[in-house]
């Protein structure tokens, strides 16, 4: 059964149903207001108009805020069909009838789209680094009592601190764990800097560095990924790019208690617990085609669960054209050996790359026995040269390897993919060659052959992996395993057969792992097993949890090892949820041992705008967090300033996700648990605001969160305005409404720049939502305003404040006419070019009218060209009375603010002529009228600013158009009546000297 939430599934396909989990009921409409629709939990009914009927109780479970019912129950009560895509994590809905987000969407592609608009975009953040911070701290306390038979009470208390902040201006990680027994067993700590850009270390051009207990990468059939060496580490490779150019490896911090759950494309692949050194690795899992989504789920001791997902593409692990990739590091281990690596990717061409390595070992130091030495050699260096070629669907690969001690191996690989299913093939061959993938032996391996194979059988993955080693002694050696998994009925079953084969031996083994979450009850487990030599089973775990209340939950373990003889029993109750965690357990093993144990676990972190202590029984120091910030920006300029309002009640959504942490009284909002190492968007949920009018002036923030680090984050919101009216069209015989016409809101500055779009309905009405405060320019698209011949494409130029109310009835009637305006034109015998008149002292011209702004005249030449009438602009000195706005600032901060946001938004028809320490002039204006309109609205924009009208009379340059000439006053006077059609006025007729005639 699949169960779904009844409140939000409906809110997203805008169904009007709500549910209330308090009351156990859900009530609204379907699509009409005549469906009603009336769930009773309590009493296992549903109505849907004026039909009632039962339900089975079992289909619907209510679990924190949201009532959720199986999905046969969804489909039957509400018109649309459902199918599920588990591996894939996909819910297709197909409507049987439509749905208002039908509606909706399609009103959506007649209006620009928020990606689209300049003031709602992500922004990239980048949260600066702090020489002393207050870390994250996550600490656990474990007091264990255990008595085993016939022996006395033993106790002990065991301690983990991980600790992760800002230090010296770099991102800082300690861990350290002991007991009373050992004060301090062991420790890690490490520091460093990340940067997608690639902007680290100057020259270096770094996108990440580190040094302390650092992560040095594999080199192919060399080495493996480690973090044990103290050392350091520095590489300009993306940082979402392939550990390796074919595989991905994952290590992290797992603290005591702990345990993490790989899934790669919705299949579980991978399960650890916390080891010794409080660690997951995960190594070189292979990458398929197309891809790759893994998924690392963390569960706590006390019932705590955290995810991180991560997506990476074969083709991402080719070089970019023209690039260059380097890798740089060196450790030293705690038993005194020592690693150098140094890996350099080139891009040849588009398609091909080639890398060179090298990896140099040192164990001369630790020992002279090489048998101390694992897979080592003293002094052994790699030396590594490989291409990689990514063609359509084949990505090839071949490498070259030599040793310091003359061993050599070369390989060649291809790996490809098919409808659903991928394929890899391997061959390499070998001489005197040792490393961490070839184990050193008395037979060493001359050639290894490997293929895999995935694909989908009956809708479940299935692997199967094979490979051939050829020994020097000429022996052959098979290593077979198949792997399938299923999802069936929310319980994921992974089930792998691994066979191996040398002469004289055969070993088959098999292990059975299980995940499943439903509601309350979580259950995970595992079985492994022999088939030969001995059929047997070698050991069970079962872990349970049930879910009590929000905080507490109650946990059980059984885990049997065969071969010893020995299972144990654990049954635990927990606080998981809240300030802090805590646990307590007991059990006891069929050996007679018995055991208690207490478990206090807290993330503890200050909340920077608060200074206040945050603590939560979930891990901090792992992860990023973000100070969100709501209000009202008055001004404009995105920061907060003490007489904006801020905002409570205010949602956010993480990489699309909602979270449930909402804004305060104060206006903050603390998103903690965010994951680190990858880029991600913090968004507005803009379904938590509730005044139409209140709209984000971005749509969020795209942030690399990094773990002990709260990034400080402000959302500013702008109070915007709506704009509607009606459009009709007088075609000079009558006027009606005119439909479907296209109308587009640019910005007055950059028409080019479209803010909002809109077209009218079938009655001419228009409506233009969440305005933002600026200087635009309504008009009609002018494409569709040729096409309709209508004369005047540019409506209103508009001016919309920060405070400024809903603009309605904005009203306008086009005028269309049945001639085209060439027509028009070429039909008039009225306008004499001026060569054919050379002969006449006098001529006729007509004057469109004189201007002080050559833009104040622009739109008036704009229509002339379109009409194809020739004009001249001619220019003279003319005394005006001349008014201006000074206004006073009491510091040069603030006059700078002002400057910018008039600039910005241009609350001035002026210009601004002087700026001076604490004082702004802004004008010309013309007349007292024009000036009083301006002084009313920067008064309304910024009521603290003390404003003086100054005046004085100044000889200005004015601008006159003129179309002519004409030989007789008559002429001209024809032809400004028909010019008048075209909306131009303030026309009058002047008879002047021929002379002054230029053509344009």
Known sequence: MIFLPLGELSRILTIAVQANSEVKTAEGFIVTEDRQFLLDVSQSTVAIGVQKTNFDPNLIRIQENEIFIESTLYQKWFPVELSFDIPGLMLTVTAKENLPIQSKIDRSKKTISENETSHLQFMNFDTPYSILDKPFVDQTLQLNSNKKSNSQVQSSLQYTTLLSGDFLGLKTHFIANGSDQKNLENYRFSMGRDDPEGNLLGIANARTFSFGNVNLPSLNYVNRPTSLGRGGFISNKPLSRPSRYDSQSFTGDLLPGWDVELFQNGVLIGYQTSNDRAQYEFNDLPLYFGGNDFRLIFHGPTGQMREERYRFMLEDSMVLPGETYYSLGAVQFEDGRKRTLMQIDQSLLTQLSTTFGIVANDVSSVSNDINTTGAYRPNLSYYNLGLRSYLDSVFLSADGILTSDEGSLGSLSLKTGFWNSSFSISHAVLENFISEDFLPSDDLENERSKARFDTFVFKMPFSLEGTRSHLTSGQVNYDVSAKVSAYIKSISITHRLKYLHSPGLNSTSGELQVSSRVGRFQIRGGLTYEIEPISRTTSIDLNGNIRLNREFNFTQSISSQMQSNESRLELGIN????????????????????????RLNIGIGVEPRRSKLYTSAQSMATTGAVSALAFLDHNLNGQWDADEDLLPGVGFRVDGGMSPIRTEDDGVALLTHLPTGQRINIGIDRN?????????????????????????????????????????????????????????????SDKEQVVRETSTAFDGYYILDEVPPGKYILRIESEQAARLNIAVPDLKVLRILPHSNFINGLDFILKRYSQKADDVIENQPLLISPELNTEMEDLYFVILGSFALERSFEPLTTKLVQLKIPYVVNQFSRPLKVFRIQTEFETEALAQVFMETLTTYEYSFGKQEDVGKIKIFIGPYYSENELQKEKSVITAAFPNVKMKMTSNVESLDMNEIAVGGFNSQKEATDFASVIKKYNFNDITIQKRPNKQWKSP
């Open 575 to 598: 606080k998981e949820i809240g300030e802090y965690g805590l646990g307590i357990t007991t059990g006891g093993t069929n050996l007679g041992e018995q055991f208690v144990g207490f």
């Open 688 to 748: 938590t605001i509730d005044d139409p009018q209140v709209s984000p002036f971005i749509k969020g923030v795209r942030l690399l969160p990094r773990p002990g680090k709260i990034a400080e984050v402000n959302f500013p919101f702008i109070r915007t305005t709506e704009i509607d009216g009606i459009i009709s069209i007088d075609n000079g015989v009558e006027t009606k409404p005119a439909s479907d016409i296209q109308l587009e809101l640019v910005e007055f």
